[in-house]
């Protein structure tokens, strides 16, 4: 049996990792296949690059993996998907590695897995905003998915009336790409992420003030790292 034949009994709970600078578990999927909304200043600086260039061996079987599950995912494979976890599942992202919402088939399976998990707040930094069409149905998801945490995900490049467009919204926004940046363009205080401006690992589990907020539009600022 070749490789590839090995990898199809992959399921998201094979695939699923802790990771511990945030604190959470995360699923990841490749960049290639599922990074259609990027921007050009998003694919030259994303954090995954110096990974790459470190860890390329490793990583591109995983990412393989990462798709096999994700393509597989139903709501068969992903009840019970916490259960005799030992680490905290109050919170879990998608993706450290990816887009969740690359494609409108993605919709489904967001939904499979917060519906699965009640209990659990999903983080979904996003660039799906990009694509009005899809993006309408991503917000149409939120208002029937509660446990789910959207933010869209900005860098320098993004202009003055796509930030407006966000506000309007009162779409609460993650920005990387510029430490020196205090003031979103729109006139916000920005959230200075105490994980990476402050190096306080594991923060994102416990952390009220930034991109799990859900009393008001916040915009969180990264630090690069």
Request: aromatic fraction near 8%; hydrophobic fraction near 35%; charge should be positive.
């Amino acid at each position: 049996m070749n490789v590839i034949n090995n990898l199809t009994m992959e399921t998201i709970h094979d695939t699923m990792r802790w990771t511990k600078d945030i604190g959470m578990f995360t699923i990841d999927r490749s960049r290639e296949t599922s990074c259609l909304h990027k921007t050009t200043f998003c694919d030259d600086t994303c954090f995954n690059n110096k990974l790459e260039r470190a860890f390329a061996h490793a990583i591109e079987p995983k990412d393989v993996r990462n798709d096999q599950a994700w393509d597989n995912l139903n709501h068969t494979k992903v009840k019970g998907l916490f259960n005799r976890k030992r680490n905290q599942t109050q919170r879990a992202r998608l993706m450290s590695r990816g887009e969740a919402f690359a494609t409108f088939d993605d919709l489904r399976k967001v939904q499979h897995l917060a519906n699965s998990t009640p209990n659990t707040e999903w983080w979904i930094p996003t660039r799906a905003w990009r694509d009005e069409t899809l993006w309408h149905d991503v917000r149409a998801l939120e208002v029937m998915t509660p446990n789910l945490r959207i933010l869209a995900s900005v860098d320098p490049s993004n202009t003055q009336s796509e930030w407006e467009r966000l506000k309007a919204e009162e779409r609460s926004i993650m920005f990387f790409g510029d430490d020196s940046m205090t003031t979103a363009p729109t006139g916000e205080r920005m959230f200075m992420c105490p994980k990476t401006h402050k190096d306080m690992h594991g923060h994102c589990s416990i952390c009220k003030g930034g991109c799990f907020r859900t009393s008001k539009r916040v915009v969180v600022h990264l630090k690069e790292h």
